[in-house]
């Protein structure tokens, strides 16, 4: 069904550590990733499955490491890559970094956390939340008379545990927006889209049962509050904890929360908005002599709102040199090793227009190779603010013991994968 | 304090070190011992010696201990099987541990302990496990069932696991009944015959009711299980759906996917006009263009499937051309992907907006995306027609670039243009030629040869262009070799005055100087034809060239259909068949979608299909004389209809000589050396030759010459109820030309005499070509048979059934009527052979709820003999695949009236005990296909 074995290698293809669920493909078979990866990548073919035989190898990479799981049968393949991201994400909670100096720092705990992730190429509890409660960095202090399966490790709620205390109960909600877009050389915006989450840090205690309301135009139409403001989701996905049937029937969004900080839900709309920060620019390069740039920014937000940490990283010409910078607000900066000019604005009011200007020496001797045009790429955060308008209306928290608990609300909306191609 | 410290002793007395640590009386050394173990075994190093030493630090309270211990045995005990058994007993102990965890460790743990000697004396505690109060000692024990089926799958079934396992589904556990799914489906997968998962409605209810309730993984499991289930009926299949698609909300991508594999293949039984249709449609969408902001991983998986269910279901996504825009740090491997998926997408809608993103990527330096973005330029071109013109200014502005890559494929897609669309955009190629010089890629030469050639006449200087690539005729690869040659001989043909010199020295090359078969032979048959008939060599080298078809690289609809069974898996990504990339055929069950087979709708299934009519059945659609008189008295019984005579058979005999002498001297003279070239123009305004258009009639048909089967012949008409003439008759096709034979036999006493024929309107305009001619008259108890020639010209009036056809006859005596049942496959003409992109396409275009399918009972057939038995009737195999020791067969036939039916036939060679067929039928008029089936059904039992 999946994964046979699963293995962490180095960057150069070394193991540092592996586990063989179901010993049908023999652990050596690994010797051949690593050149397998390095020809295929040669060949402009690398994709994310390889083969090599009758052995399938599903890998990703993860900083400098290579997670890879092996096969002989027709596994279910996207379930191999959740799986695996899922097992970086355990890790990462468990060891704030995952690295080569982790793994070795901390193999023991690798290993059992392996046992307890997958069994026969099956995944089990993933959830490093209730993982903790089980398998611990201090497991040496652990005697076996102790140690006990939470019951919520089979329980149907199987993402929080029981006997949760806190003396303030309390729910913080944030809405960030994230603006996805890409325009092409000529102006025109080719995609426009919003990729929203809502993110929860939850400090309640016992087992409280939460709604939340957002203004969803689906549930307006079917209550009949069309003529109130409201904005239409495209896609949604939930996290676990969510009972999905309940919202496909009536659309309401009803869950017992995960302790801590966990991401409750995520949207996409496509409605096309005006881009809230606007480039123009003019990128001149004189061959052998210079490059002139010249970045043109606006505001296209609400007048009231504020945009922070604006960063506009425009692209230059890999061998440019003697950098000089004219910029009407804000700072620029050259970062030779990603071939940009960096422009941060700390404080982008909205309906303001700025300029930077920049000139670069070019050798006199041209370089062979042809390079790439990157897009110009732009970072930003208005707090306070909604792009798609969406609202959390109302947040119900219910618990046996009848306690008040404080929802607290906090929107942002930033930039995602906006991207202004350059001609 | 970390754990990397136990990577550093490297001391050289290492075993003996650990050895002795092993067994020191101090607990806490101990573990510091096998810890470093452990951390050797990570290593690499083999630590295989310390097995004993390692075993007696199993038994301890420390958990952690434990733990490694038992990684230890995991990894070893293949290797010391003998004292892996001093394992055992602890193992037994552990498992009636009163901590859970201990007990589910312990059982996880042994059976992934694969020596066979173990295993025995696992039974009992799993058998234990199984029926735990923990649930978490539940879930491990179901999936150890599925790891001891693995190492011995006789011992699971003896000790009764299976039941057990099965009772599992009903655990009040969630994830007691997801692992026990998983492991089920597990064993199932390895024994496809098992029907252990046993899936009816009771069963899915409970999982579809678990699927609520479990983890992600447990959902997955579930849903890849449901996707095995065939409803019984739409109204079961929607439930179904309706009670899936909440999944389609799920952060975890390979949830939503397989949520996407059960709801495409559901809907497979789902009548289009349902309103639930439609609405699944609109839901599919969304959440598969949200799988595009997975990881690049996951992304990658998403890309390859929605290419899959884009070809199957088009309409799902044909709105979201944009979100296929490639982002420039996209990886390639998801820039490649979404490129296809552009192309599949792109209509007269959106073709300005995918052209401007093409164009833009051409312009990129990733050299594989720019090829490939060239290619989608030209593929665009020819599956959109009203873009072509852009497509192709687009593809000049790129030749322009002069970027030496981007010339050449631009070069490619352009003659793919022309082919497309001939006579069209010729006035690009002095742009083309300017280019010459730069093509160094064999495609391109090959491509930019073929164009010269073919408008050699346009072109003021194709002799020198051609001349040139000449010079170095034996370094070019074969392709460029092959089209060189052609290319000179359509220069000779059309040009022949100024190049009888270019045209020899290329056939001297290639007969000559070459070693390459393929090269010599055309080279051959070049030289043999312009020197016998250069007037047939116009014909057969410069003959009209079938159109390019639009979608290319589509994917087999058969594969297509199995793949979508499979959304989400290795096979989905690799677009392969599981039983392409998995050894053996153990563990792969070919699967299909569920046949439409709603409650509402009645395909006829094959039990119900009658088979084809006996000889004597055709009474019973003999409609009473009223009715028939009604129709038969306005005819007109005097002269014959119209419509010349058609031809005799002579045609095709001398096809047979020609095929002997012909061959004869081709093969008996390899080393003939042609008349020379000069002599060749003075033949060429000499009038064609019969022979060779007939030497090519005779390649389309070689199958005809036994002609098509004839039933034996029937009574039709009884002679008591003719005033004493019996009619009986059958229908054959030979060549092209339909007859009746008759035999007319007078029982009465009296002579017949003035015989005529007439026939009522039927469904094919079947009609006599000539009038009945009995030559003498008919003096009783004589006997005469006449063959009497038909068409398909007379007037057309749809019968029930479709084939029936009423038939009136004529003498001094009476006018008497009856009706009879012609085999369809009379009205197969010889030019049925669709070609195989044409099919594909086809295939694809006729909505699935006109396909049918029949079953061909008790035909020991193998392929070659079903595909020669029916090419001989008209039916024609354009493609054979083998699939899992099945022959696929497909095949075409082409109706009198134009009508084109596709089949898929499965055949099962060497199987004895299969010698029933398949026969899927597809048609625009699917009325016709039961009538096909009973073709096929007498065409092959006979």
Same mark, same amino acid.
């Given at each position: 069904?999946?994964?046979?074995?699963?293995?962490?290698?180095?960057?150069?293809?070394?193991?540092?550590?592996?586990?063989?669920?179901?010993?049908?493909?023999?652990?050596?078979?690994?010797?051949?990733?690593?050149?397998?990866?390095?020809?295929?990548?040669?060949?402009?073919?690398?994709?994310?499955?390889?083969?090599?035989?009758?052995?399938?190898?599903?890998?990703?990479?993860?900083?400098?490491?290579?997670?890879?799981?092996?096969?002989?049968?027709?596994?279910?393949?996207?379930?191999?890559?959740?799986?695996?991201?899922?097992?970086?994400?355990?890790?990462?909670?468990?060891?704030?970094?995952?690295?080569?100096?982790?793994?070795?720092?901390?193999?023991?705990?690798?290993?059992?956390?392996?046992?307890?992730?997958?069994?026969?190429?099956?995944?089990?509890?993933?959830?490093?939340?209730?993982?903790?409660?089980?398998?611990?960095?201090?497991?040496?202090?652990?005697?076996?008379?102790?140690?006990?399966?939470?019951?919520?490790?089979?329980?149907?709620?199987?993402?929080?545990?029981?006997?949760?205390?806190?003396?303030?109960?309390?729910?913080?909600?944030?809405?960030?927006?994230?603006?996805?877009?890409?325009?092409?050389?000529?102006?025109?915006?080719?995609?426009?889209?919003?990729?929203?989450?809502?993110?929860?840090?939850?400090?309640?205690?016992?087992?409280?049962?939460?709604?939340?309301?957002?203004?969803?135009?689906?549930?307006?139409?079917?209550?009949?509050?069309?003529?109130?403001? %409201? *904005? +239409?989701? =495209?896609? #949604?996905?939930?996290?676990?904890?969510?009972?999905?049937?309940?919202?496909?029937?009536?659309? !309401?969004?009803?869950?017992?929360?995960?302790?801590?900080?966990?991401?409750?839900?995520?949207?996409?709309?496509?409605?096309?908005?005006?881009?809230?920060?606007?480039?123009?620019?003019?990128?001149?390069?004189?061959?052998?002599?210079?490059?002139?740039?010249?970045?043109?920014?606006?505001?296209?937000?609400?007048?009231?709102?504020?945009?922070?940490?604006?960063?506009?990283?425009?692209?230059?010409?890999?061998?440019?040199?003697?950098?000089?910078?004219?910029?009407?607000?804000?700072?620029?900066?050259?970062?030779?090793?990603?071939?940009?000019?960096?422009?941060?604005?700390?404080?982008?009011?909205?309906?303001?227009?700025?300029?930077?200007?920049?000139?670069?020496?070019?050798? %006199? *001797? +041209?370089? =062979?190779? #042809?390079?790439?045009?990157?897009?110009?790429?732009?970072?930003?955060?208005?707090?306070?603010? !909604?792009?798609?308008?969406?609202?959390?209306?109302?947040?119900?928290?219910?618990?046996?013991?009848?306690?008040?608990?404080?929802?607290?609300?906090?929107?942002?909306?930033?930039?995602?994968?906006?991207?202004?191609?350059?001609? | 304090?970390?754990?990397?410290?136990?990577?550093?002793?490297?001391?050289?007395?290492?075993?003996?070190?650990?050895?002795?640590?092993?067994?020191?009386?101090?607990?806490?050394?101990?573990?510091?011992?096998?810890?470093?173990?452990?951390?050797?075994?990570?290593?690499?190093?083999?630590?295989?010696?310390?097995?004993?030493?390692?075993?007696?630090?199993?038994?301890?309270?420390?958990?952690?201990?434990?733990?490694?211990?038992?990684?230890?045995?995991?990894?070893?005990?293949?290797?010391?099987?003998?004292?892996?058994?001093?394992?055992?007993?602890?193992?037994?102990?552990?498992?009636?541990?009163?901590?859970?965890?201990?007990?589910?460790?312990?059982?996880?743990?042994?059976?992934?302990?694969?020596?066979?000697?173990?295993?025995?004396?696992?039974?009992?505690?799993?058998?234990?496990?199984?029926?735990?109060?923990?649930?978490?000692?539940?879930?491990?024990?179901?999936?150890?069932?599925?790891?001891?089926?693995?190492?011995?799958?006789?011992?699971?079934?003896?000790?009764?696991?299976?039941?057990?396992?099965?009772?599992?589904?009903?655990?009040?556990?969630?994830?007691?009944?997801?692992?026990?799914?998983?492991?089920?489906?597990?064993?199932?997968?390895?024994?496809?015959?098992?029907?252990?998962?046993?899936?009816?409605?009771?069963?899915?209810?409970?999982?579809?009711?678990?699927?609520?309730?479990?983890?992600?993984?447990?959902?997955?499991?579930?849903?890849?299980?449901?996707?095995?289930?065939?409803?019984?009926?739409?109204?079961?299949?929607?439930?179904?759906?309706?009670?899936?698609?909440?999944?389609?909300?799920?952060?975890?991508?390979?949830?939503?996917?397989?949520?996407?594999?059960?709801?495409?293949?559901?809907?497979?039984?789902?009548?289009?006009?349902?309103?639930?249709?439609?609405?699944?449609?609109?839901?599919?969408?969304?959440?598969?263009?949200?799988?595009?902001?997975?990881?690049?991983?996951?992304?990658?998986?998403?890309?390859?499937?929605?290419?899959?269910?884009?070809?199957?279901?088009?309409?799902?996504?044909?709105?979201?051309?944009?979100?296929?825009?490639?982002?420039?740090?996209?990886?390639?491997?998801?820039?490649?992907?979404?490129?296809?998926?552009?192309?599949?997408?792109?209509?007269?809608?959106?073709?300005?907006?995918?052209?401007?993103?093409?164009?833009?990527?051409?312009?990129?330096?990733?050299?594989?995306?720019?090829?490939?973005?060239?290619?989608?330029?030209?593929?665009?071109?020819?599956?959109?027609?009203?873009?072509?013109?852009?497509?192709?200014?687009?593809?000049?502005?790129?030749?322009?670039?002069?970027?030496?890559?981007?010339?050449?494929?631009?070069?490619?897609?352009?003659?793919?243009?022309?082919?497309?669309?001939?006579?069209?955009?010729?006035?690009?190629?002095?742009?083309?030629?300017?280019?010459?010089?730069?093509?160094?890629?064999?495609?391109?030469?090959?491509?930019?040869?073929?164009?010269?050639?073919?408008?050699?006449?346009?072109?003021?200087?194709?002799?020198?262009?051609?001349?040139?690539?000449?010079?170095?005729?034996?370094?070019?690869?074969?392709?460029?070799?092959?089209?060189?040659?052609?290319?000179?001989?359509?220069?000779?043909?059309?040009?022949?005055?100024?190049?009888?010199?270019?045209?020899?020295?290329?056939?001297?090359?290639?007969?000559?100087?070459?070693?390459?078969?393929?090269?010599?032979?055309?080279?051959?048959?070049?030289?043999?034809?312009?020197?016998?008939?250069?007037?047939?060599?116009?014909?057969?080298?410069?003959?009209?060239?079938?159109?390019?078809?639009?979608?290319?690289?589509?994917?087999?609809?058969?594969?297509?259909?199995?793949?979508?069974?499979?959304?989400?898996?290795?096979?989905?990504?690799?677009?392969?068949?599981?039983?392409?990339?998995?050894?053996?055929?153990?563990?792969?069950?070919?699967?299909?979608?569920?046949?439409?087979?709603?409650?509402?709708?009645?395909?006829?299934?094959?039990?119900?299909?009658?088979?084809?009519?006996?000889?004597?059945?055709?009474?019973?659609?003999?409609?009473?004389?009223?009715?028939?008189?009604?129709?038969?008295?306005?005819?007109?019984?005097?002269?014959?209809?119209?419509?010349?005579?058609?031809?005799?058979?002579?045609?095709?005999?001398?096809?047979?000589?020609?095929?002997?002498?012909?061959?004869?001297?081709?093969?008996?003279?390899?080393?003939?050396?042609?008349?020379?070239?000069?002599?060749?123009?003075?033949?060429?305004?000499?009038?064609?030759?019969?022979?060779?258009?007939?030497?090519?009639?005779?390649?389309?048909?070689?199958?005809?010459?036994?002609?098509?089967?004839?039933?034996?012949?029937?009574?039709?008409?009884?002679?008591?109820?003719?005033?004493?003439?019996?009619?009986?008759?059958?229908?054959?096709?030979?060549?092209?030309?339909?007859?009746?034979?008759?035999?007319?036999?007078?029982?009465?006493?009296?002579?017949?005499?003035?015989?005529?024929?007439?026939?009522?309107?039927?469904?094919?305009?079947?009609?006599?070509?000539?009038?009945?001619?009995?030559?003498?008259?008919?003096?009783?108890?004589?006997?005469?048979?006449?063959?009497?020639?038909?068409?398909?010209?007379?007037?057309?009036?749809?019968?029930?059934?479709?084939?029936?056809?009423?038939?009136?006859?004529?003498?001094?005596?009476?006018?008497?009527?009856?009706?009879?049942?012609?085999?369809?496959?009379?009205?197969?003409?010889?030019?049925?052979?669709?070609?195989?992109?044409?099919?594909?396409?086809?295939?694809?275009?006729?909505?699935?709820?006109?396909?049918?399918?029949?079953?061909?009972?008790?035909?020991?057939?193998?392929?070659?003999?079903?595909?020669?038995?029916?090419?001989?009737?008209?039916?024609?195999?354009?493609?054979?695949?083998?699939?899992?020791?099945?022959?696929?067969?497909?095949?075409?036939?082409?109706?009198?009236?134009?009508?084109?039916?596709?089949?898929?036939?499965?055949?099962?060679?060497?199987?004895?005990?299969?010698?029933?067929?398949?026969?899927?039928?597809?048609?625009?008029?699917?009325?016709?296909?039961?009538?096909?089936?009973?073709?096929?059904?007498?065409?092959?039992?006979?």
């Amino acid at each position: 069904m999946s994964a046979s074995a699963v293995f962490i290698l180095d960057v150069k293809g070394k193991p540092l550590i592996s586990r063989n669920y179901k010993g049908d493909v023999a652990m050596s078979e690994i010797e051949h990733f690593m050149p397998l990866l390095m020809q295929r990548e040669e060949e402009g073919a690398l994709t994310p499955l390889l083969s090599h035989g009758r052995v399938h190898f599903l890998w990703i990479k993860y900083s400098n490491l290579y997670l890879v799981a092996t096969t002989l049968k027709n596994a279910n393949a996207s379930l191999v890559y959740s799986f695996l991201y899922k097992t970086v994400e355990v890790f990462s909670e468990y060891f704030k970094e995952l690295e080569e100096e982790s793994i070795r720092d901390n193999f023991v705990i690798i290993y059992e956390l392996l046992d307890e992730l997958m069994d026969f190429g099956f995944p089990q509890t993933t959830d490093s939340k209730i993982l903790q409660e089980y398998i611990t960095q201090q497991g040496n202090k652990l005697e076996t008379g102790k140690s006990r399966v939470p019951p919520t490790v089979t329980n149907a709620v199987s993402w929080r545990s029981e006997g949760i205390k806190y003396k303030k109960n309390e729910v913080f909600i944030d809405v960030i927006e994230s603006v996805n877009l890409l325009v092409n050389a000529n102006g025109s915006v080719l995609l426009s889209e919003i990729v929203g989450t809502i993110k929860l840090k939850v400090f309640l205690s016992g087992m409280p049962e939460l709604r939340l309301g957002l203004n969803d135009r689906v549930l307006f139409e079917l209550t009949g509050r069309s003529k109130n403001k %409201s *904005v +239409e989701l =495209e896609d #949604v996905k939930f996290h676990q904890c969510v009972r999905l049937s309940r919202f496909d029937n009536d659309r !309401t969004i009803s869950f017992i929360p995960p302790d801590g900080d966990f991401e409750l839900m995520s949207y996409r709309l496509s409605t096309q908005v005006k881009p809230l920060i606007w480039i123009e620019s003019v990128i001149e390069k004189f061959s052998h002599s210079r490059v002139e740039i010249m970045v043109k920014a606006k505001g296209q937000f609400k007048k009231q709102s504020v945009a922070n940490s604006v960063e506009i990283s425009v692209p230059v010409p890999s061998d440019a040199d003697s950098p000089r910078f004219k910029t009407s607000v804000g700072s620029a900066k050259y970062v030779p090793e990603k071939n940009v000019v960096i422009w941060s604005i700390k404080s982008f009011p909205g309906g303001k227009e700025y300029l930077m200007r920049a000139h670069f020496g070019l050798p %006199s *001797v +041209e370089k =062979e190779e #042809v390079e790439g045009r990157p897009p110009i790429g732009v970072k930003f955060e208005i707090p306070y603010f !909604t792009v798609s308008g969406i609202q959390v209306r109302y947040m119900k928290i219910i618990e046996k013991s009848g306690y008040q608990a404080l929802p607290w609300v906090r929107y942002i909306t930033q930039s995602g994968d906006y991207q202004l191609r350059t001609s | 304090m970390t754990d990397s410290k136990y990577f550093t002793t490297t001391k050289k007395g290492e075993i003996f070190e650990l050895k002795a640590e092993l067994n020191s009386d101090k607990k806490e050394k101990k573990k510091e011992a096998v810890k470093k173990v452990i951390a050797s075994m990570t290593v690499g190093k083999d630590v295989s010696a310390l097995f004993p030493d390692v075993v007696n630090c199993m038994q301890t309270d420390n958990l952690e201990l434990k733990k490694l211990v038992y990684l230890y045995l995991m990894n070893y005990a293949k290797s010391q099987p003998d004292m892996a058994i001093m394992a055992v007993n602890t193992f037994v102990k552990d498992c009636e541990d009163p901590n859970p965890l201990i007990r589910a460790l312990a059982v996880r743990t042994m059976g992934c302990i694969r020596v066979d000697k173990i295993t025995e004396y696992l039974c009992e505690p799993l058998r234990k496990c199984l029926k735990d109060e923990d649930p978490y000692v539940r879930k491990t024990a179901a999936v150890c069932v599925a790891k001891l089926h693995d190492i011995n799958a006789q011992l699971v079934e003896d000790q009764g696991f299976l039941d057990t396992l099965k009772d599992l589904i009903s655990d009040s556990n969630p994830m007691v009944v997801a692992n026990a799914v998983a492991a089920l489906s597990e064993i199932a997968e390895s024994h496809p015959s098992s029907n252990l998962l046993d899936l009816n409605p009771q069963s899915i209810n409970k999982l579809l009711t678990a699927l609520n309730e479990c983890t992600e993984w447990g959902q997955i499991f579930i849903l890849d299980c449901l996707a095995n289930y065939t409803p019984k009926d739409d109204r079961e299949a929607q439930s179904i759906c309706e009670r899936v698609t909440p999944r389609l909300s799920h952060a975890n991508s390979a949830v939503v996917l397989s949520a996407v594999k059960v709801l495409m293949k559901f809907m497979e039984m789902l009548s289009k006009d349902l309103d639930y249709y439609g609405t699944l449609l609109k839901k599919l969408a969304p959440p598969l263009v949200t799988l595009l902001s997975a990881e690049p991983e996951l992304q990658y998986v998403a890309l390859r499937n929605i290419n899959l269910i884009v070809q199957k279901r088009p309409e799902i996504l044909k709105h979201e051309m944009k979100v296929f825009f490639v982002k420039y740090n996209d990886p390639i491997y998801v820039k490649l992907e979404k490129l296809d998926i552009m192309i599949r997408l792109a209509s007269q809608a959106n073709i300005a907006q995918v052209l401007a993103e093409l164009k833009e990527y051409a312009t990129e330096v990733d050299v594989d995306f720019v090829r490939k973005a060239v290619r989608a330029i030209g593929r665009c071109a020819i599956k959109v027609e009203q873009s072509a013109e852009r497509c192709v200014s687009t593809l000049l502005d790129l030749i322009q670039t002069k970027v030496n890559y981007v010339v050449q494929e631009a070069i490619v897609v352009i003659k793919d243009i022309f082919r497309k669309y001939p006579n069209k955009y010729e006035s690009v190629i002095a742009t083309l030629c300017e280019n010459l010089d730069s093509l160094d890629e064999p495609e391109a030469r090959a491509a930019m040869i073929w164009i010269v050639g073919e408008y050699a006449e346009r072109i003021d200087n194709a002799d020198e262009l051609l001349e040139s690539f000449l010079e170095g005729f034996h370094d070019e690869s074969t392709q460029v070799q092959l089209q060189l040659l052609t290319a000179i001989v359509k220069l000779f043909l059309k040009k022949p005055t100024e190049t009888q010199e270019l045209v020899q020295q290329v056939l001297s090359l290639a007969t000559q100087d070459s070693d390459n078969p393929d090269l010599r032979d055309r080279g051959y048959i070049y030289w043999r034809l312009l020197s016998t008939d250069p007037v047939a060599a116009k014909e057969v080298v410069l003959a009209e060239k079938p159109l390019i078809s639009e979608e290319t690289d589509l994917i087999e609809p058969t594969l297509l259909d199995e793949l979508i069974c499979y959304i989400g898996t290795l096979a989905s990504v690799y677009h392969k068949p599981p039983s392409a990339f998995v050894e053996g055929g153990r563990g792969v069950v070919h699967k299909s979608l569920p046949p439409r087979t709603a409650s509402s709708e009645s395909t006829e299934s094959p039990e119900t299909a009658p088979a084809g009519a006996p000889p004597g059945e055709q009474l019973d659609v003999i409609p009473t004389q009223g009715d028939l008189l009604g129709d038969l008295l306005n005819l007109d019984l005097g002269p014959p209809v119209s419509g010349p005579p058609l031809a005799t058979s002579s045609v095709q005999m001398g096809a047979v000589d020609l095929l002997g002498g012909g061959l004869d001297s081709l093969i008996g003279a390899p080393n003939f050396v042609a008349p020379p070239a000069a002599t060749v123009p003075a033949n060429l305004g000499a009038p064609m030759g019969s022979g060779l258009s007939d030497l090519f009639d005779l390649t389309s048909g070689v199958g005809t010459l036994s002609g098509s089967y004839v039933a034996p012949k029937a009574v039709w008409l009884p002679a008591m109820k003719a005033k004493g003439l019996e009619i009986s008759g059958t229908f054959t096709r030979q060549v092209g030309s339909i007859s009746m034979d008759l035999q007319l036999t007078n029982k009465a006493l009296q002579v017949m005499t003035d015989f005529a024929i007439q026939f009522n309107r039927n469904s094919f305009g079947l009609a006599p070509a000539a009038p009945l001619q009995v030559h003498a008259p008919l003096s009783p108890n004589q006997t005469v048979e006449i063959s009497l020639p038909l068409n398909t010209v007379g007037s057309v009036m749809k019968m029930e059934p479709l084939n029936n056809l009423q038939v009136a006859v004529k003498n001094n005596i009476d006018v008497f009527y009856f009706s009879t049942l012609y085999p369809l496959h009379i009205l197969f003409v010889e030019d049925g052979k669709m070609d195989r992109q044409m099919f594909l396409a086809t295939w694809k275009d006729i909505p699935n709820e006109n396909e049918a399918q029949f079953q061909i009972r008790d035909c020991p057939l193998n392929a070659e003999a079903v595909s020669s038995r029916l090419q001989s009737s008209n039916i024609f195999t354009v493609a054979k695949r083998n699939v899992e020791g099945q022959d696929m067969l497909y095949q075409s036939l082409k109706l009198t009236n134009g009508i084109w039916v596709l089949a898929e036939l499965r055949v099962q060679p060497g199987n004895p005990s299969f010698t029933d067929l398949e026969l899927s039928l597809k048609c625009r008029a699917p009325e016709v296909s039961q009538h096909v089936y009973q073709a096929y059904e007498t065409i092959l039992k006979n």
